[in-house]
């Protein structure tokens, strides 16, 4: 399996600064790592996809990184809105690819 | 629309007693999942479908159950062995195969009392 490590504590930043998120897994590099929004009692939307073999993705004000050396990903919010308020999962596919393993997440606070 | 649809939102049931919940898409997606969230922590794999009348469990699948007769459905039933059923449960489905995004459900809160 897969250990995923998210902040627990949550980020607070000013809206309108660059928001960044850190995901760290501890075992084997995953093909796929995904990033998913979550807000209070509703269930996850997806975000972005990067492939191992991508150093870098981007979507409008999102960016996501990806280093399998270091075995972690970073994802950006630039320009961020108070509406960018909620939790941010991580989520690496599972040996199989059949299955993805989530992190616990990690809450963004955007202050207006 | 299409979508992915769980029902209840709210669940209470009695201690020992089974529970069944709903899980329908209309995404024409192979694969479904169950997942379990409890507060602060994140989604844990329940069970896992790639295809019609075939499904694997997940890493937490003691005392769960599920059936897969029909490409759009995957309910759960949560029997009375599980020792904690009190969670937040997600249903997702995706198209098979590596990499692609998985498209959740609203969730059904169930709270054993």
């Known amino acids: 399996s897969q250990k995923i490590e998210q902040n627990s504590e949550a980020l607070n930043i000013q809206e309108g600064k660059t928001a960044t998120l850190t995901c760290n897994y501890t075992?084997?590099?995953?093909?796929?790592l995904q990033w998913y929004r979550q807000d209070p009692g509703r269930g996850p939307v997806f975000l972005l996809l990067?492939?191992?073999?991508?150093k870098e993705k981007r979507k409008e004000r999102l960016k996501v990184t990806f280093d399998t050396t270091l075995k972690q990903s970073l994802f950006h919010i630039t320009a961020s809105q108070p509406a960018d308020s909620a939790t941010y999962l991580c989520?690496?596919?599972?040996?199989?690819?059949?299955?993805?393993?989530f992190g616990s997440g990690t809450k963004l606070n955007v202050k207006p | 629309d299409g979508g992915i649809t769980q029902s209840p939102k709210y669940l209470f049931r009695k201690e020992g007693q089974n529970v069944t919940l709903s899980c329908e898409q209309n995404?024409?997606?192979?694969?479904m999942y169950w997942y379990r969230q409890d507060p602060g922590q994140g989604l844990r794999l329940i069970y896992y479908?790639?295809?019609?009348?075939?499904?694997q469990k997940g890493d937490i699948a003691e005392g769960y159950s599920v059936s897969r007769e029909k490409k759009e459905s995957f309910p759960l039933t949560v029997t009375s062995a599980q020792k904690n059923p009190t969670a937040f449960y997600l249903c997702?489905?995706?198209?098979?195969?590596?990499?692609?995004?998985?498209?959740f459900g609203p969730g059904t809160r169930l709270t054993v009392l």
């Open positions: 995404l024409n997606h192979d694969a």
């Open positions: 075992n084997y590099s995953p093909a796929y």
């Open positions: 997702a489905s995706s198209n098979r195969g590596g990499g692609n995004e998985q498209f």
């Open positions: 990067i492939r191992e073999n991508e």
């Open positions: 479908s790639q295809i019609v009348n075939d499904f």
């Open positions: 989520a690496l596919d599972g040996d199989n690819f059949n299955k993805f393993y």
